[in-house]
């Protein structure tokens, strides 16, 4: 029997309660690994699902923060790694495929492509890709359809799986969306175009048709006509014609471009809404399990669906808040992921912080409302430093810089660093640091920081340099005056 036919969340190790329920409405980000998230969600719960994957590019990406003009942003952060290798996880996930799916469609495509590729970086990608495809379709509702975005790199393997795992009979389009802008090779054609594998679940699925505007030569030929075209067929000129599998009316963004976050890779919004308008209702749920900036999830919440996304990268609740404010949709999402801002759950901050340094270091920063991301002290065991506006005559550029330091209680030499970045790195600028650690402040640390001495904000006395515990760095208001 083609296991495609039934539940296949029989007896993968889900760990913890399932996410995603279908009793409230949905609005969630997941940080985490998407494959780990996706296990522990309830089957055939989603309607659509979107994923910009890693395109096996072979390079690194970063994030890069756009801070307040007069104190440049130095938080050039890993956004994501798209290089791949192969090694024992890799084989090991690929046995896995290859015994679970045994004699089925899945199990021949991988282990068909191996002897086509070779234990070589594409193979632990397309390994890790199937994996989560078998994930997406057991999550997809039987009118449900799945978006995979690519490009030539993989596209033809990526087409292979998904026919394994969705079936050849529910593949429907191959959309090529192009674009203009970036550099020109010397030795080849400019390569201008992504790709986007569009597959249902079943063959009952959500297509709401699009329409765009026919071209000059047709408007001026069907209007002479008296409304119809040489096939004698009438046609809407005001509706327009319908969508075809070649997208060109949506740009690429460019550097320029005021959608941009920063983060690497970013989609057009508009992008995204053909996407969700065509393939979901309203009230639909629809998933993002490589949210990154969080474009889905913008364009989801703008056309009225329900939305989920996941994204390994801490720093992403960031870049989605500050979007979802900056169009005032609000940031009352759900985050899952991560310790609980309240204050009895110091103790999971203070297991993160040893346990994931770096990450636990990010995502402090990210959860801190009006927090800007400014500079990654983190390979020298510094932490994350972000910046915060300081309330006061608007005119007076004022500003805190936070620093989140993980793997360890706080130490005078972390004051010390304060006290340099106060004294030599901000003008006036910065008026006071705030050093926020989930673990008791030792007594020496509490005095250095004390006699670095006091500053009047907006009438009232703070410290130069205070010390914070992370509930207390997360809660509404933690003894600084904020714009």
Not at 83 to 93: L, P
Not at 222 to 244: F, I, Q
Not at 284 to 298: E, H
Request: hydrophobic share 35%.
């Amino acid at each position: 029997m083609d296991r495609r036919t039934h539940d296949t969340s029989k007896d993968y190790e889900r760990g913890g309660d399932t996410v995603l329920g279908s009793a409230e409405y949905v609005r969630q980000l997941h940080v985490g690994d998407n494959l780990g998230v996706m296990r522990r969600m309830e089957t055939e719960t989603v309607d659509l699902v979107y994923l910009d994957p890693p395109f096996n590019s072979n390079q690194n990406y970063r994030i890069v923060f756009r801070g307040p003009a007069e104190l440049k942003s130095r938080a050039y952060l890993p956004a994501f790694e798209d290089v791949w290798s192969w090694d024992d996880e890799s084989e090991d996930s690929f046995r896995e495929l290859t015994l679970e799916w045994h004699g089925e469609p899945v199990g021949v495509a991988i282990s068909g492509l191996l002897t086509v590729v070779g234990r070589d970086r594409m193979m632990a990608y397309l390994v890790n890709m199937t994996l989560r495809l078998i994930e997406i379709r057991r999550l997809l509702k039987p009118t449900g359809s799945v978006y995979l975005h690519c490009d030539p790199t993989a596209s033809h393997y990526l087409k292979v799986l998904m026919d394994a795992v969705f079936g050849r009979e529910n593949f429907r389009n191959e959309i090529v969306w192009c674009y203009r802008g970036g550099g020109v090779p010397r030795r080849d054609f400019a390569r201008k175009h992504d790709l986007i594998l569009r597959f249902s679940k079943s063959d009952e699925y959500v297509f709401n048709p699009q329409y765009t505007q026919y071209s000059q030569a047709s408007m001026e030929l069907v209007t002479r006509r008296g409304g119809v075209s040489v096939d004698g067929l009438e046609r809407d000129l005001e509706r327009g014609a319908h969508m075809t599998d070649w997208w060109s009316d949506i740009n690429s963004l460019q550097t320029w471009s005021p959608e941009r976050t920063g983060y690497p890779t970013q989609k057009p919004v508009r992008l995204l809404e053909r996407i969700i308008r065509s393939s979901s209702n309203e009230g639909d749920l629809v998933l993002d399990p490589f949210c990154g900036c969080g474009t889905t999830l913008v364009a989801a919440e703008r056309l009225g669906r329900q939305w989920a996304g996941i994204d390994v990268e801490p720093m992403s609740l960031n870049v989605l808040r500050a979007r979802f404010e900056g169009e005032g949709i609000g940031s009352g999402f759900d985050v899952e992921g991560l310790p609980s801002v309240k204050p009895f759950d110091r103790e999971g901050w203070a297991a993160m912080a040893v346990s994931e340094r770096e990450q636990f270091e990010r995502a402090v920063i990210g959860l801190i409302p009006g927090c800007v991301p400014w500079r990654n002290r983190q390979s020298k065991s510094g932490g994350m430093e972000g910046l915060m506006r300081l309330a006061g005559d608007a005119e007076i550029p004022n500003h805190a810089v936070i620093n989140v330091v993980g793997g360890g209680p706080l130490s005078v030499k972390d004051v010390r660093r304060m006290m340099r970045t106060l004294d030599s790195e901000t003008g006036d600028e910065v008026l006071i640091g705030v050093l926020a650690s989930p673990f008791d402040v030792p007594a020496e640390v509490v005095e250095t920081a004390i006699g670095a001495g006091e500053v009047v904000i907006d009438g009232r006395s703070c410290g130069v340099i205070t010390t914070l515990g992370v509930d207390e760095v997360l809660g509404a208001d933690f003894g600084i005056a904020r714009r």
